[in-house]
């Protein structure tokens, strides 16, 4: 019969936040905190824990072998023999796991098989879900640092183009292409390598997928095959980067002489209508719905005047009201 | 003697052709007069160094330099200015065409006013080792302040 203490330790990974503040070597604040045992969730966690610390440090894959060394040591001087469970997020989001054994001596990722607690040697499958929720209430969203998006991607149209070229956010990647719309998400290549431009999310792992489609699709006779295309290719997308968030921006306002023409059906009413269902279709899947709509639009849901050379695509003034909305909005 | 005076002249106008192009362009300075002039209707953001390779999509080049003026309101405007090595230069420089031709289509059916702008483009190695990539709405301006800064 095993004594089992299972020993939860959080590390929360935020980033930008984290090394800012950070001076000296992380693992020593980090052992420092474990020694001190200052941090105790017994009532709140849900699971086996017993003890859980949090450490907000960002640390590399040495120090994380050191610092399961350092908790295995401090378990054996309590004669207890101890599972460890380490659990690593970044903005909430479990980026990677390990499941320790002191009796056996191993350690083992568990990234890719779901949570496992080891309770008096029974093996229990966890729900990620609950412990991210758990997460979420100890932490409330407010709390969290602004959105990083040094693993994220853009995909979409012109504007996208626009945010790109404003250099707000040189951090991401961007995959987009002026005209570029749900319809052609599958066939739209890249302008010099012809590569398909759906086949550069496979480029690496992200954690945030940002996508922003619409503006082309406003005279499409029937918006329900726009949302039925853009699940399509949110779908693909999910499939590629099964680990991130996907955030779908709303389509931006245009101004009042771009509503007047309603060239190619862009009118407000279509853009609200289609905005929409966008919103619908975000909590049909699970998606988040960042409303950039209201962020640009004037009392009337114009973009003004000022704020456009075209009446549709937003000057750099606009884009970092965008940017620092995304960055109190986008946290997940 | 009509034919020899004319050789020489087109000599004289070879010889100092060749040795303008010979003058050290600084890419910060043609950079700023080009950006002077009047034909760029939207603020272009100006970026040097990894951001402007990254922006400009050229990565995988190695350059000696580079500078990227783009605009972030959808227009096409862009000027790319770049120091390398000639052979660089050259490949840089179909690729600019193929973009070019490409952002002709996308734009097309959208807001046909660039078509004219890229259709217009200036794409130029001005020296063995500097080129030119210039969208605007005036070319021939952007000619004009090219040979000015060259026979500054």
């Known amino acids: 019969m095993k004594k089992i203490v299972a020993l939860g330790i959080f590390i929360l990974f935020v980033l930008s936040g984290c090394q800012e503040k950070r001076e000296g070597n992380p693992l020593k604040e980090a052992i420092s905190q474990i020694e001190k045992e200052t941090i105790f969730f017994n009532e709140l966690i849900p699971f086996e824990y017993d003890e859980c610390f949090q450490v907000g440090l960002d640390l590399d894959e040495n120090a994380i072998s050191e610092l399961i060394n350092i ?14 469970h380490l659990i690593f997020l970044k903005e909430n989001q479990i980026i990677n796991d390990y499941y320790c054994s002191l009796e056996e001596g ?34 409330s ?13 853009f995909l979409g149209n012109s504007k996208i183009e626009g945010l790109m070229n404003s250099g707000l956010i040189l951090e991401a990647d961007y995959i987009c292409k002026v005209g570029w719309n749900v319809a052609k998400a599958f066939t739209e290549t890249d302008e010099v390598s012809e590569e398909l431009l759906i086949d550069k999310v496979n480029y690496r792992e992200y954690n945030k997928v940002f996508l922003m489609f619409g503006d082309n699709e406003l005279g499409w006779a029937y918006p329900e095959e726009f949302i039925e295309d853009y699940k399509k290719l949110i779908h693909e997308i999910q499939s590629r980067q099964s680990n991130a968030s996907i955030y779908i921006m709303s389509i931006f306002p245009v101004s009042k002489k771009i509503d007047e023409k309603g060239k190619f059906g862009v009118t407000k009413e279509n853009i609200l209508i289609f905005n929409e269902l966008l919103k619908k279709m975000c909590e049909e899947e699970n998606l988040y719905y960042l409303d950039i709509y209201s962020v640009l639009a004037d009392e009337n849901g114009m973009l003004p ?13 606009e884009l970092e009201k965008i940017v620092q909305y995304m960055k109190e909005n986008a946290k997940l | 003697m009509r034919k020899i005076l004319c050789c020489l002249c087109v ?37 040097t160094d990894e951001n402007a390779k990254k922006l400009a999509k050229l990565t995988d080049f190695e350059l000696d330099e580079i500078i990227l003026y783009v605009d972030s309101g959808a227009l096409s405007e862009k000027i790319i200015l770049i120091k ?49 990539y210039c969208v605007s709405s005036d070319y021939q301006v952007i000619e004009e302040c090219i040979q000015s800064y060259i026979k500054k």
């Open chain 2, 11 to 47: 000599s004289l106008f070879l010889f100092s052709c060749g040795k303008s192009s010979e003058k050290e362009i600084v890419l910060a300075d043609l950079g700023n007069d080009l950006i002077e002039t009047s034909v760029f209707e939207g603020d272009l953001n100006k970026y």
């Open chain 1, 106 to 139: 191993n350690c083992i990722s568990l990234k890719n098989v779901g949570h496992v607690s080891y309770n008096d040697g029974e093996t229990i499958q966890l729900d990620r879900d609950s412990i991210g929720n758990y997460l979420l209430h100890e932490i």
């Open chain 2, 84 to 132: 390398a090595d000639k052979e660089v230069l050259q490949t840089i420089s179909e690729r600019l065409k193929k973009e070019n031709k490409s952002l002709q289509e996308s734009y097309s059916s959208y807001n046909p006013d660039e078509v004219v702008k890229l259709k217009n483009a200036v794409l130029e190695i001005i020296t063995e080792n500097t080129l030119i």
């Open chain 1, 141 to 153: 969203y407010e709390e969290l640092p602004e959105a990083d998006f040094s693993n994220s991607v």
């Open chain 1, 71 to 84: 908790s295995y040591k401090k378990q054996s001087e309590k004669e207890e023999l101890a599972d460890v």
């Open chain 1, 305 to 317: 005047d000022k704020a456009s050379y075209d009446g549709v695509h937003p000057k750099n003034d």
